[in-house]
């Protein structure tokens, strides 16, 4: 079983719709959890950065981990088309430790 | 905002040449990293170091490849005998660590070994 599954999309949404991303992971040692964009040959940007479960806000963009399930979600409201991009999962054991990458779902947002 | 900067951009090298791709930390950051991603794949991580020493590496971290801090601010990873799977883009990142915040990416250096 792999250790972090991401579905990769293609994800097309119209402008102004609520986006929802997901990966689902294997091991219950991670503890930090994040989500990064990725524009075509630049390097991840870091959204939002969560510690154990619960939910976070900042912006349009709201990151909920349920540990118990091994599941996390990175929802996006009022999509713009400057939202296109790959988004990342990722997640670690310890801060400071070897970040673990979902594959990326990449994400279309029309006007 | 600050930025961890990598150089250079696109490196073209040859099978069984050396390599040596560079970075610049944030200043504040105490954790050093490189992660690589072929083409169409996952980002997978290749090495920490923390206090002057590796702290943790993978599997794709074999002999061939070193880091190294060689002044306060400069972070290289070198790679000895390039060959034609090395080639990906290779990404420098930092985190301050202990208190709970991300890790910040640099753009990358797309390296093509030929």
């Known amino acids: 079983q792999k250790e972090v599954e991401q579905d990769p999309g293609p994800l097309s949404v119209p402008e102004g719709a609520i986006v929802s991303l997901n990966c689902t992971y294997s091991?219950?040692?991670?503890?930090?959890f994040m989500w990064y964009r990725q524009y075509s040959r630049k390097g991840p940007e870091l959204l939002m950065y969560?510690?154990?479960?619960g939910n976070k806000e900042d912006g349009r963009f709201t990151a909920q981990v349920d540990k118990s399930s091994k599941y996390i979600s990175l929802f996006i409201r009022d999509s713009q088309p400057s939202d296109s991009a790959t988004y990342l999962c990722a997640m670690s054991v310890q801060a400071g430790t070897a970040l673990i990458f979902g594959k990326g779902t990449t994400l279309s947002v029309s006007s | 905002e600050p930025e961890v900067t990598q150089t250079p951009s696109h490196q073209v090298t040859q099978m069984g040449q050396e390599v040596i791709l560079r970075c610049v930390p944030i200043?504040?950051?105490?954790?050093f990293y490189w992660y690589r991603q072929i083409l169409g794949q996952k980002v997978e991580f290749l090495v920490s170091f923390y206090n002057n020493e590796i702290s943790e590496k993978s599997e794709i971290f074999d002999d061939q490849f070193s880091v190294e801090r060689p002044d306060g601010s400069n972070f290289t990873l070198k790679i000895r005998s390039t060959k034609l799977e090395d080639s990906a883009m290779y990404f420098c990142?930092?985190?301050?660590?202990?208190?709970?915040?991300?890790?910040?990416f640099g753009s990358g250096t797309r390296l093509t070994v030929v």
């Open positions: 200043s504040n950051h105490l954790y």
């Open positions: 091991n219950s040692a991670f503890q930090y």
């Open positions: 990142a930092s985190s301050k660590g202990q208190g709970g915040y991300g890790y910040t």
């Open positions: 969560t510690y154990s479960s």
